[in-house]
C-alpha cells in the first residue's frame, strides 16, 4: 500500500512538473513590424527593468515581460543575466562571520 501511494504521489508531481514546461517559440528569428529582432542587449534590458514590467502587465494586456521576437539563445541569455544581476546581490551578505 505504501509503495503505490509513493508511485502515485511521484507520478502526480512529474505530471505538473511537465506541465509547467515551456514550449517552443515559434517567433525566434522573426521581425517585428519595425523590422527588428531583439538580442543579447534588449535581453539584458528586458531582465533589468523584469519587476517592474511584470507590476505593470498585471494591469495593462498590452505589456510583456519577455520579447518574443528574439534570436534565440543570446536574448535569452542577456534576459536571465539581467534578472540575475537585479535580484542576485551582490554576495556581500555571504561573509558575516569573516574578519
Do not use: Q
Not at 19 to 39: I, L, Q, R, Y
Not at 48 to 60: D, G, K, Q, R, Y
Not at 78 to 84: D, K, W
Amino acid at each position: 500500500m505504501k509503495r503505490s501511494l509513493l508511485f502515485i504521489i511521484v507520478l502526480l508531481v512529474v505530471c505538473t512538473l511537465a506541465a509547467c514546461a515551456a514550449g517552443p517559440n515559434d517567433m525566434v528569428n522573426t521581425n517585428t513590424s519595425e523590422g527588428e529582432v531583439a538580442g543579447f542587449w534588449l535581453g539584458l534590458w528586458h531582465g533589468f527593468i523584469s519587476p517592474f514590467t511584470f507590476i505593470v502587465s498585471l494591469f495593462n494586456k498590452n505589456v510583456g515581460i519577455y520579447e518574443v521576437y528574439n534570436n534565440g539563445g543570446w536574448y535569452n541569455f542577456g534576459f536571465i543575466l539581467g534578472v540575475m544581476i537585479i535580484f542576485g546581490g551582490g554576495g556581500n551578505r555571504s561573509r558575516k562571520g569573516c574578519c
